[in-house]
């Protein structure tokens, strides 16, 4: 079983940038594809960003392609969200999951580990 614990969140005007990040222990991070999701109020769950357990390949749900980019670093069981051109709408509960295979999924059913979530406020 992994653990995951993501980080970065905060308040930022329309136009700024934030970087996430979320640190998992627990098992072999580079056996695990990665995903962020977010959720708003009153919102399902959303996939964003997906990457696949070497890293060399990424996908994007199309409302944040050319803003946001997904990324890892095996070395340091991390695996970040850059994200760039914040837009009023990118407000929402961020979340990372993991699941044990080489390619991701867009489907939060999908992942079975999930962090706890942080926080992105983008005010306009």
């Known amino acids: 079983q992994v653990q995951l614990a993501e980080s970065g969140g905060g308040l930022v005007q329309a136009g700024g940038s934030l970087r996430l990040s979320c640190a998992a222990s627990?098992?072999?991070?580079?056996?695990?594809?990665m995903g962020w999701f977010r959720q708003a109020p009153g919102k399902e769950r959303e996939f964003v960003a997906g990457?696949?357990?070497?890293?060399?390949?990424?996908w994007y749900v199309d409302s944040v392609k050319g803003r946001f980019t997904i990324s890892r670093d095996n070395a340091k069981n991390t695996v970040y969200l850059q994200m760039n051109s914040l837009k009023p709408e990118d407000t929402a509960f961020y979340y990372c999951?993991?699941?044990?295979?080489?390619?991701?999924?867009?489907?939060?059913?999908?992942?079975?580990?999930w962090g706890q979530g942080t926080q992105v406020t983008v005010s306009s």
């Open positions: 627990g098992r072999t991070f580079s056996n695990y594809a």
């Open positions: 999951a993991a699941r044990a295979t080489y390619s991701g999924s867009r489907s939060s059913t999908d992942y079975p580990y």
């Open positions: 990457i696949s357990l070497s890293g060399l390949t990424t």
